[in-house]
Nanobody
């Protein structure tokens, strides 16, 4: 199983990015997908999750209304649209997968992880 994130980079505050996570080696449509992030000196935290069909979704309070998670099962890819970004969004963003019908926020419940993509927001 491989999860490969892409789309990270440097953006100014108020800007946008779209992260992608391409999956291989698993039946993608069976899996709930999640995004997590880890800022320098902090623990990894939950960002968003999406069930196998694309709905429902769930978000951390800190990103609700600014970030949007989506998926394309035909492309075996999950996306995270990041809008109205602030310096507090600077982190390494990870995608994760779990074969479970609900939407876990606890990283320990996820089975597979990507290597992460760096997002840096400048003031």
């Amino acid at each position: 199983v491989q999860l490969v994130e892409s789309g990270g980079g440097l953006v100014q505050a108020g800007g946008s990015l779209r992260l992608s996570c391409a999956a291989s080696g698993l039946t993608f449509s069976y899996y709930t997908m999640g995004w997590f992030r880890q800022a320098p000196g902090k623990e990894r935290e939950f960002v968003s999750t999406i069930n196998w069909s694309g709905s429902p979704t769930n978000y951390a309070d800190s990103v609700k209304g600014r970030f949007t998670i989506s998926r394309d099962n035909a492309r075996r890819t999950v996306y995270l649209q990041l809008n109205s970004m602030s310096t507090e969004d600077t982190a390494v963003y990870y995608c994760a997968a779990v074969m479970r019908p609900r939407l876990p926020k606890d990283e320990s419940e996820y089975t597979y992880w990507g290597q992460g993509t760096q997002v840096t927001v400048s003031a």
